[in-house]
């Protein structure tokens, strides 16, 4: 068979080429006189061997007369030994070179080139020449499929009948040849669906965002559009929870940039909700309010270029905004803030700031009270300009219904029973993280004022005691609780944190409390940390007979008391559970996790994270 491979001809090819000069020609006559060579040294050693068989045997017949002779026939006898010994070695000479070349036709090179050579049968000497004699780069040569004329290059490809391809019947078998190989190589993968690491960490991914199963057609097409989102020129007349999760999704790809911002900036729309300003600058943010002269909501998040001047050119726009969400516009100073809610503060229902560092501070939260008085909804987080002095002009927000702090600084508790003891009545929110030194004042407080609360969150406690939160829930006319967050609330203790004589933090009885106060219409728990309720608790709350319908997220992780049995009840007394984080339950080690369901935080080689499957 022939190999049809081609490569760089050099100087002396192209030569012997321009010349009618064959290489192969060569090759062949010099093999040709390794052959003639051969049979004439063969036919030379015979003849030797029969000169001296008879040189043998005259000289032994004559052997008693030349021991006869006399010393003038010594030295005739010299001359024919020297002869012998002559001939003896031209023989030995011819012997080592007919072995010499037969080693070298039995060589494997002098096989290969052999078998190369070697036509078929039914092939004459001029298709062999011709077959042989390839084209040379720069030459003109007719494409084996379709006849055309073409030049021939070093990157001129072979056909299956020998020819030469031109270049676009070579790129159209390129193409077959590819299509080939793929489909080939997807029956493999499919014989052995295998998924890959990167697969299974999205996957896993996608479980704890809380994806099960199949994708919706919405998150289809707004992944679709976030992949091509170059390609994009408008985004029509999309309902606002599709934008907002394009938005999303752009921000959760780093793809939100002057140009994408385009294509959520129209004259009639409202709501403008950026996750992820990192990439615009102070001009991107003015052509907001520059285009969109309807807007009514704004949430701006990594707003870093958000500064002095912007606020400016917001005061100077003839409209105002209703609810105001920004994080991370650490360089707006404090006057900025004052001018803006002197100017817009009448129509301002939310206000939400993060991560504002020492601006926005005890002087801004007072103006609050005097330009918003339609403000239902306040968050202040991460911030370190707010202290006690704050947190009491909050009180004098009396159609506050929302409330979240997250102060750096130290708080005490007398500030927040200020605050819940003026407006607890009207609050249905109430968020406070952080408060180590908040003690159960606090919780006495919320259990007298607040009657309307849905969602509560206390982080981070250190002085609040079991007996507290028991107090709390016990006989508490507030409505159920459909949002718990009691992370953290425990006893610390450098020397032996889980010795705790006087039960600080939210222990055993707060959490029997709790649950039979909220259980039937909680949504979601939090007790992250809570180490000190015991496992009889637990059995207690979970007990079989006892359902809590509308549970869909629990976090017990570091819950140290937590077993495979726990589990197993949590399972059974939660029929619409959807995720159980279990992080640090060193106790849990094989558990049966229903269909549907996601258990998150097991420690076992299985993996971080289940996604059930019995029935």
């Not at 020449?129 to 499929?145: H, I, T, Y």
Request: glycine residues 6%.
């Amino acid at each position: 068979m022939q190999r049809n491979i081609r490569g760089p001809r050099s100087a002396l090819t192209d030569y012997l080429a321009s010349q009618n000069i064959s290489a192969r020609q060569i090759r062949a006559n010099h093999e040709a006189r390794l052959r003639s060579a051969a049979a004439t040294a063969a036919s030379d050693q015979a003849v030797a061997s029969t000169s001296t068989t008879q040189d043998v045997e005259t000289t032994e017949s004559a052997g008693a007369a030349e021991a006869a002779e006399t010393v003038e026939d010594g030295e005739d006898d010299a001359d024919s030994s020297v002869a012998a010994n002559t001939r003896q070695a031209t023989t030995r000479k011819r012997k080592q070179a007919v072995a010499a070349l037969e080693k070298i036709k039995n060589s494997k090179p002098s096989k290969q080139r052999k078998s190369r050579r070697n036509a078929p049968d039914n092939e004459s000497d001029d298709e062999v020449l011709d077959r042989s004699a390839a084209p040379v780069p720069g030459q003109l040569e007719n494409c084996e499929q379709c006849g055309k004329r073409f030049t021939v290059t070093t990157y001129s490809r072979a056909g299956p009948e020998g020819g030469l391809l031109c270049a676009q019947c070579s790129i159209k078998l390129t193409k077959e040849e590819n299509a080939a190989k793929s489909a080939s190589k997807k029956g493999k993968q499919k014989a052995t669906a295998v998924p890959t690491r990167r697969e299974r960490r999205k996957i896993q991914s996608l479980i704890l965002d809380g994806q099960i199963g199949v994708k919706t057609l919405m998150t289809l097409c707004v992944e679709t559009l976030a992949n091509n989102i170059h390609l994009a020129d408008d985004l029509g007349d999309l309902p606002l929870p599709a934008i907002d999760r394009i938005s999303r999704q752009l921000s959760k790809r780093r793809l939100m940039s002057p140009k994408t911002l385009d294509l959520f900036l129209q004259p009639q729309i409202q709501d403008i909700m950026i996750y992820d300003g990192g990439r615009l600058g102070s001009d991107d943010y003015t052509r907001i309010f520059q285009i969109c002269s309807n807007l009514k909501t704004l949430k701006l998040r990594n707003a870093i270029q958000f500064k002095d001047d912007v606020m400016e050119y917001l005061i100077g726009r003839h409209f105002a905004l209703d609810a105001f969400y920004i994080s991370g516009a650490n360089l707006l100073s404090n006057e900025s803030w004052d001018k803006y809610l002197k100017a817009k503060g009448q129509s301002l229902q939310s206000l939400q700031v993060y991560f504002t560092d020492r601006h926005f501070g005890n002087s801004t939260v007072e103006s609050l009270r005097k330009y918003c008085p339609s403000l239902t909804r306040l968050k202040i987080c991460h911030n370190q300009a707010v202290t006690d002095e704050g947190i009491e002009h909050i009180a004098q927000l009396h159609k506050l219904e929302h409330l979240g702090l997250r102060l750096v600084s130290q708080t005490q508790t007398m500030p927040y029973v200020n605050v819940v003891e003026k407006i607890g009545s009207q609050l249905r929110t109430l968020s406070i993280r952080d408060v180590p030194a908040v003690d159960d004042r606090l919780l006495d407080a919320i259990h007298e004022h607040c009657a309307r609360l849905v969602k509560l969150r206390i982080t981070n406690s250190e002085v609040m005691t079991d007996a507290g939160f028991v107090r709390l829930f016990k006989d508490w006319k507030n409505r159920p609780l459909l949002f718990v967050d009691l992370e953290l609330c425990r006893h610390i203790d450098a020397g032996n944190p889980r010795i705790n004589q006087h039960m600080v933090g939210f222990c055993s009885g707060g959490f029997r409390a709790l649950m039979k106060h909220s259980g039937k219409l909680l949504k979601k728990l939090n007790i992250h940390g809570c180490r000190h309720i015991s496992g009889e608790a637990f059995e207690d709350v979970f007990a079989v007979g006892k359902v809590y319908p509308d549970l869909l997220d629990l976090e017990i992780s570091f819950c140290e008391e937590v077993t495979d049995l726990i589990v197993g009840l949590i399972f059974k007394s939660c029929p619409s559970l959807k995720r159980l984080n279990v992080f640090g339950c060193m106790k849990v080690k094989d558990v049966r996790v229903p269909r549907g369901k996601i258990l998150v935080g097991v420690p076992n080689a299985i993996g971080m994270i289940i996604e059930g499957t019995e029935d």
